[in-house]
């Protein structure tokens, strides 16, 4: 009897514990959401809502305009830019953990902190200051005419779906690197030790046991990178030039904003979600599959 | 000998009128008191809320002026809707939104007889799209023009027309508003408001048409559509652009950097806007806000405002506590030389339509 009365009494506790992040998540995650679909089936008055089941906003974000082309095709170029600004970080900071984990010896905690602090630096600022980098008269290029590379300023530098890739690396590049650290730091030195012991080279070794046990930390990494750099529209509209700082979640913040059409901004939330919810499956699985370690983690091994 | 006697009822109403009078003091004095430590917060295009004239108001009454300053009239409709009503007390709507705002019964009534300044408000400014049922809701405050603006250090000579934009020499070089206003512009190029002013807020489907193609084809020419007065200002002053669609306040912010701005009217016309200050409907602080409207709209709070954006101002009597160049820049002598080149924002009734076009062109699809 004290036993189940004090069963009773831990998971009343448990209750307590997990009502707050309950209340939470109902509060600031499910009914938004739940609200967000709703909104998507209404349809836009001037300046006001009618609620009225349709799928008008989905119809009209997947078909030709009177005079222009489907919107959809602003969400693939978004696609397009994501991708890239992928394998930007991923091309930086592989080599970058790596680097840290096997060749640095000492002031391997400041190093990685020295990727890490830009994360305490202002989103903005760290965006505004691309401008005075790649501006007409930023240091780049003065850099170049210094040099004498060029003649005259390069424009493309800035405003540009250029400067806002560079923009994008730069912000997502710490989301990637922690993870891909993460995944080489948790590389056994022994697993190493044994390919060199049975002949594999450097590029073996490489091919065949580190970067296949990285590979569930680049996964991660790269799925950072490419849903932040896909749902961010700061970096478009403070960096991109005239057809490129309106990405797909700029057209969304419009909805919400000047184009004052909240149903239509919840539809194109939606047809977000849903993707990024697909690849987030996508990767999850892909991740698993190739999670040597937990079947042999480092521990049984040594 | 004649003994004046005064009659009763003289007497009584000598009485009451002077107990009217002191209670009347009494309570101005009481609500003044009561303003103590109140916010009031604006909600307002850039350079209306500047400490260089809200100071003086938060002294004398001993509460403070929070400004928030919205881009463009449907980002002002945005942030209001954000706000849930009454997050803000004063709004400084231009001709494009105000009568909107009155219509969909946004804002409240402001008895014009309390305000003493109203008076002076030039009565070109006093226009019936923000009377409804004989209630005026709008106090005319800055009004001014979509200039040309231009860097002088580059382009020698004034352009002539809004061309210029399209003029390969200048490609990569130039920037617009980042706004539904564009589609005027282009109205503005095709003549339409030869005939009708109204016509540019009122495009037909083959007019809009031809408006997007003309944008879409400008597009390699822009470097960057500006979504804030503070955005063009850093174009210009860092050397993106030359060549641009503007306000006062920017060539005279960038100049004072010592940069050689100058504006332009071209042949074509322009537009602009007559700026009006509303208190939001429901607001918590509506004499508060009547104070600070009447204070502003006043001679000194017009100047001050001429000062920090040279705009012009719609009371002639600010002219008094300006310099005389910004007297010159404002055309607060002359208004009818400046006023009458401009055709004024309208509210536009198919503006989903316009909006959707101007993300077309923004997107290039």
Same mark, same amino acid.
Not at chain 1, 29 to 44: A, G, V
Not at chain 2, 5 to 18: D, E, R
């Given at each position: 009897m004290r036993q189940g009365n004090r069963q009773g009494r831990s998971r009343f506790v448990l209750l307590g514990i997990l009502a707050p992040a309950v209340i939470w998540l109902v509060l600031f995650l499910i009914l938004p959401y739940f609200n967000l679909f709703s909104f998507s089936f209404w349809q836009n008055d001037v300046f006001t809502v009618r609620h009225e089941f349709n799928l008008l906003n989905y119809a009209k974000f997947f078909t030709e305009s009177q005079t222009g082309a489907a919107p959809y095709l602003v969400l693939l170029d978004t696609l397009k830019l994501a991708c890239w600004v992928t394998v930007c970080t991923l091309l930086l900071s592989f080599p970058l953990a790596y680097f840290i984990r096997f &060749?640095? %010896?000492?002031y391997k905690q400041a190093l990685y902190m020295l990727v890490i602090i830009p994360l305490w630096v202002s989103y903005i600022m760290r965006a505004y200051s691309w401008k005075i980098i790649l501006g007409t008269n930023g240091i780049l290029n003065s850099f170049l005419l210094w040099l004498g590379i060029v003649d005259t300023p390069v $424009? !493309? !530098? +800035?405003?540009s779906d250029v400067s806002v890739i560079i923009g994008m690396t730069h912000i997502y590049t710490p989301f990637v690197l922690m993870p891909v650290y993460t995944a080489l730091e948790q590389i056994p030195q022994n697993l190493i030790e044994a390919s060199n012991d049975l002949g594999g080279n450097r590029l073996r070794t490489f091919l065949h046991v580190v970067f296949p046990l990285a590979l569930p930390g680049i996964i991660t990494g790269g799925t950072y990178a490419f849903v932040l750099s896909m749902g961010d529209f700061l970096a478009p509209s403070l960096l991109g030039g005239p057809t490129s700082s309106t990405k797909i979640a700029n057209i969304v913040q419009q909805q919400f904003g000047t184009s004052n059409n909240w149903p239509y901004g919840a539809a194109i939330g939606i047809v977000i979600l849903v993707l990024v919810l697909g690849l987030l499956e996508v990767t999850g699985r892909l991740e698993r599959h190739f999670s &040597? +370690?937990? $079947? %042999? $983690?480092p521990r049984t091994l040594r | 000998m004649v003994k004046k006697i005064w009659p009763v009822s003289t007497v009584l109403a000598a009485v009451s009128l002077s107990l009217l009078v002191s209670c009347g003091e009494k309570e101005k004095k009481n609500e003044s008191e009561s303003f103590q430590g109140k916010t009031l917060s604006l909600l307002v295009w850039e350079g209306y809320a500047d400490p260089k004239f809200t100071a003086e108001f938060e002294k004398q009454y001993g509460v403070k002026v929070a400004g928030t300053y919205f881009n463009s009239g449907d980002d002002l409709v945005a942030k209001l809707k954000a706000g849930g009503g009454n997050a803000y007390d004063v709004i400084s709507p231009s001709g494009d939104m105000a009568g909107f705002l009155v219509q969909s019964d946004m804002v409240e009534p402001i =008895?014009?007889? @309390?305000?003493?300044?109203?008076? =002076? @408000?030039s009565p070109k400014l006093v226009l019936p799209d923000v009377e409804k049922n004989g209630k005026v809701y709008g106090i005319p405050y800055m009004w001014g023009p979509d200039y040309l603006v231009y860097d002088a250090d580059v382009i020698k000579e004034a352009p002539t027309s809004w061309s210029v934009f399209w003029d390969p020499t200048y490609k990569g070089k130039v920037s617009l508003y980042d706004d539904i206003s564009n589609i005027y512009l282009i109205g503005q190029m095709m003549e339409l408001d030869k005939t009708d002013p109204a016509a540019l807020y009122n495009m037909t489907e083959e007019q809009l048409a031809f408006a997007r193609k003309k944008l879409l084809e400008l597009n390699p020419a822009v470097r960057k559509y500006w979504v804030s007065a503070g955005e063009l200002n850093d174009l210009f002053a860092n050397k993106e652009v030359v060549v641009s669609v503007g306000w006062p306040i920017t060539v005279k912010e960038v100049n004072e950097k010592g940069r050689n701005l100058k504006w332009t009217i071209p042949k074509e016309g322009t537009t602009g806007w007559i700026d009006r200050l509303m208190i939001v409907k429901g607001s918590k602080n509506q004499k508060l806000a009547a104070l600070y409207i009447n204070y502003i709209v006043g001679a000194k709070g017009q100047a001050l405002t001429a000062e920090v954006t040279n705009y012009s101002p719609g009371n002639a009597k600010a002219a008094a506590f300006m310099s005389e160049d910004l007297q010159k820049a404002t055309y607060?002598?002359?208004m009818d030389s400046l006023f009458a080149k401009i055709n004024f924002w309208q509210y536009v009734a198919n503006r989903a339509r316009y909006n959707e076009i101007w993300t077309e062109v923004k997107t290039g699809k």
């Amino acid at each position: 009897m004290r036993q189940g009365n004090r069963q009773g009494r831990s998971r009343f506790v448990l209750l307590g514990i997990l009502a707050p992040a309950v209340i939470w998540l109902v509060l600031f995650l499910i009914l938004p959401y739940f609200n967000l679909f709703s909104f998507s089936f209404w349809q836009n008055d001037v300046f006001t809502v009618r609620h009225e089941f349709n799928l008008l906003n989905y119809a009209k974000f997947f078909t030709e305009s009177q005079t222009g082309a489907a919107p959809y095709l602003v969400l693939l170029d978004t696609l397009k830019l994501a991708c890239w600004v992928t394998v930007c970080t991923l091309l930086l900071s592989f080599p970058l953990a790596y680097f840290i984990r096997f &060749k640095v %010896t000492r002031y391997k905690q400041a190093l990685y902190m020295l990727v890490i602090i830009p994360l305490w630096v202002s989103y903005i600022m760290r965006a505004y200051s691309w401008k005075i980098i790649l501006g007409t008269n930023g240091i780049l290029n003065s850099f170049l005419l210094w040099l004498g590379i060029v003649d005259t300023p390069v $424009s !493309f !530098f +800035l405003y540009s779906d250029v400067s806002v890739i560079i923009g994008m690396t730069h912000i997502y590049t710490p989301f990637v690197l922690m993870p891909v650290y993460t995944a080489l730091e948790q590389i056994p030195q022994n697993l190493i030790e044994a390919s060199n012991d049975l002949g594999g080279n450097r590029l073996r070794t490489f091919l065949h046991v580190v970067f296949p046990l990285a590979l569930p930390g680049i996964i991660t990494g790269g799925t950072y990178a490419f849903v932040l750099s896909m749902g961010d529209f700061l970096a478009p509209s403070l960096l991109g030039g005239p057809t490129s700082s309106t990405k797909i979640a700029n057209i969304v913040q419009q909805q919400f904003g000047t184009s004052n059409n909240w149903p239509y901004g919840a539809a194109i939330g939606i047809v977000i979600l849903v993707l990024v919810l697909g690849l987030l499956e996508v990767t999850g699985r892909l991740e698993r599959h190739f999670s &040597k +370690l937990e $079947s %042999t $983690s480092p521990r049984t091994l040594r | 000998m004649v003994k004046k006697i005064w009659p009763v009822s003289t007497v009584l109403a000598a009485v009451s009128l002077s107990l009217l009078v002191s209670c009347g003091e009494k309570e101005k004095k009481n609500e003044s008191e009561s303003f103590q430590g109140k916010t009031l917060s604006l909600l307002v295009w850039e350079g209306y809320a500047d400490p260089k004239f809200t100071a003086e108001f938060e002294k004398q009454y001993g509460v403070k002026v929070a400004g928030t300053y919205f881009n463009s009239g449907d980002d002002l409709v945005a942030k209001l809707k954000a706000g849930g009503g009454n997050a803000y007390d004063v709004i400084s709507p231009s001709g494009d939104m105000a009568g909107f705002l009155v219509q969909s019964d946004m804002v409240e009534p402001i =008895d014009v007889s @309390l305000m003493p300044n109203y008076k =002076d @408000l030039s009565p070109k400014l006093v226009l019936p799209d923000v009377e409804k049922n004989g209630k005026v809701y709008g106090i005319p405050y800055m009004w001014g023009p979509d200039y040309l603006v231009y860097d002088a250090d580059v382009i020698k000579e004034a352009p002539t027309s809004w061309s210029v934009f399209w003029d390969p020499t200048y490609k990569g070089k130039v920037s617009l508003y980042d706004d539904i206003s564009n589609i005027y512009l282009i109205g503005q190029m095709m003549e339409l408001d030869k005939t009708d002013p109204a016509a540019l807020y009122n495009m037909t489907e083959e007019q809009l048409a031809f408006a997007r193609k003309k944008l879409l084809e400008l597009n390699p020419a822009v470097r960057k559509y500006w979504v804030s007065a503070g955005e063009l200002n850093d174009l210009f002053a860092n050397k993106e652009v030359v060549v641009s669609v503007g306000w006062p306040i920017t060539v005279k912010e960038v100049n004072e950097k010592g940069r050689n701005l100058k504006w332009t009217i071209p042949k074509e016309g322009t537009t602009g806007w007559i700026d009006r200050l509303m208190i939001v409907k429901g607001s918590k602080n509506q004499k508060l806000a009547a104070l600070y409207i009447n204070y502003i709209v006043g001679a000194k709070g017009q100047a001050l405002t001429a000062e920090v954006t040279n705009y012009s101002p719609g009371n002639a009597k600010a002219a008094a506590f300006m310099s005389e160049d910004l007297q010159k820049a404002t055309y607060v002598n002359e208004m009818d030389s400046l006023f009458a080149k401009i055709n004024f924002w309208q509210y536009v009734a198919n503006r989903a339509r316009y909006n959707e076009i101007w993300t077309e062109v923004k997107t290039g699809k």
